[in-house]
């Protein structure tokens, strides 16, 4: 049960880490967009 828990406690933590990356890349993304309108 304990074993459970840690490994949903990381998936959480894992996700949020890959938002966060994605946020950065889709940022740059729109700039790209934006300059070549």
Same mark, same amino acid.
């Given at each position: 049960? +304990?074993?459970?828990? @840690?490994? #949903? @406690?990381?998936?959480? +933590? #894992? !996700? *949020?880490?890959? !938002?966060?990356?994605? *946020?950065? *890349?889709? /940022? /740059? $993304?729109? $700039?790209? /967009? $934006?300059?070549? *309108?």
């Amino acid at each position: 049960i +304990v074993l459970a828990i @840690f490994l #949903y @406690f990381g998936l959480l +933590v #894992y !996700q *949020k880490i890959r !938002q966060i990356r994605g *946020k950065k *890349k889709d /940022k /740059k $993304e729109i $700039e790209r /967009k $934006e300059s070549n *309108k």
